[in-house]
């Protein structure tokens, strides 16, 4: 008997050839890869830009992401190119799947080929001492162009794989939101809107806080009980956080909030989780980061966040215990401790007014 996958009992969306959309990916690392492909399956003409010559030659002649996805076979209509001008002009959506670190740099060398395309940040981070979300950065280097963010509970080799899963794309503009859920949505990748833009990258970038410190205590090998309290309290951490700043409380409700941290916090597919686990093993920040060999967002985003809380002073202790254990060397035990303080308090943020939880 031949063994059935899910994704060939459902057919795929297929998009008119004559006003198919031209979606470009700026960065080939898993996740890019996983949106080009689903763009790509949906009929969109896609293109996947990768600044290695070499790696863009294996995947057009392989079908294979060697580097980060070297399970999953790629649709062949998907084109890799490292030329960044053919990429970027005349296309109607670019998504930005390029580390914090990097985005504003490559954003500022599409510049001159931006005229009417619409861009998504695929990135969940923070923007080390500016404290720019991805949107921030967008609006600085792109003035005029409309923009939007996704996010969501989103591994990719999860979504090559077929499984079933869902984001969001937030953006104020409807059209966005519309042209996006075009390129991406189908029968396994459902694509929800929304107009809170810093609420969807908050529940993004903050998550990975939480999926380092679940790793953590994953190597101690705690109980469900107390991976229940450390998700809680996270998501109590978040939405404080967020509301400081100006974001809905109750996007943190949806996917971009407890969806996206429950899965990152659960699952060993997360980069987060993985670099948490190596240091609750002993490892170095450096030995975990090389071991793991690609970008943690969650530890430029501990930093960011927890000088920034300081500033706005919002209480988040398990953001502070995991800044003392990774860069100041306290023991793993103060992050326990830290969940434990002030119990007596409400368990749900907001529903006892002006007191911490």
Not at 111 to 120: C, L
Request: net charge negative; glycine share 8%.
């Amino acid at each position: 008997m031949t063994d059935l996958k899910f994704t060939d009992l459902v057919e795929p969306v297929v998009i008119d050839k004559k006003t198919a959309l031209r979606v470009t990916v700026l960065g080939g690392g898993s996740f890019g890869t996983a949106m080009a492909n689903l763009a790509t399956r949906n009929g969109c003409n896609t293109m996947i830009w990768i600044r290695d010559q070499k790696m863009a030659d294996e995947i057009n002649q392989t079908h294979f992401n060697q580097r980060y996805l070297p399970d999953f076979n790629l649709e062949p209509e998907l084109k890799a190119v490292s030329d960044l001008e053919l990429a970027v002009r005349d296309r109607d959506i670019i998504f930005v799947a390029i580390p914090s670190h990097s985005f504003r740099e490559v954003v500022k060398q599409i510049s001159p080929y931006i005229t009417a395309q619409t861009i998504v940040s695929l990135t969940k981070g923070i923007e080390a001492n500016t404290f720019s979300f991805m949107s921030d950065i967008i609006r600085e280097e792109l003035p005029e162009v409309p923009y939007g963010v996704l996010s969501g509970p989103n591994l990719a080799k999860e979504i090559v794989a077929g499984m079933p899963s869902g984001t969001v794309i937030a953006s104020d503009s409807e059209l966005v939101r519309y042209a996006v859920q075009h390129a991406l949505h189908s029968a396994l990748f459902r694509v929800f809107g929304s107009d809170d833009v810093h609420g969807v990258e908050l529940g993004g970038a903050l998550k990975n806080i939480y999926a380092i410190a679940m790793g953590m205590a994953a190597a101690y090998n705690i109980g469900e009980n107390t991976k229940s309290m450390i998700i809680t309290r996270a998501l109590a951490e978040m939405s404080r956080f967020a509301v400081k700043l100006g974001a809905n409380p109750l996007t943190f409700l949806g996917l971009s909030g407890v969806g996206d941290l429950f899965a990152t916090c659960n699952s060993p597919l997360s980069r987060n989780y993985q670099i948490g686990y190596a240091l609750g093993s002993g490892k170095t920040l450096d030995q975990a980061i090389k071991a793991l060999g690609q970008t943690a967002e969650g530890i430029n985003t501990i930093v960011q966040v927890r000088t920034r809380a300081i500033e706005l002073d919002v209480y988040m202790p398990i953001t502070n215990a995991l800044y003392e254990v990774i860069f100041e060397g306290a023991p793993p035990l103060n992050i326990a401790l830290a969940l434990m303080k002030n119990g007596h308090r409400s368990d749900v943020e907001f529903v006892l007014p002006h007191h911490q939880v």
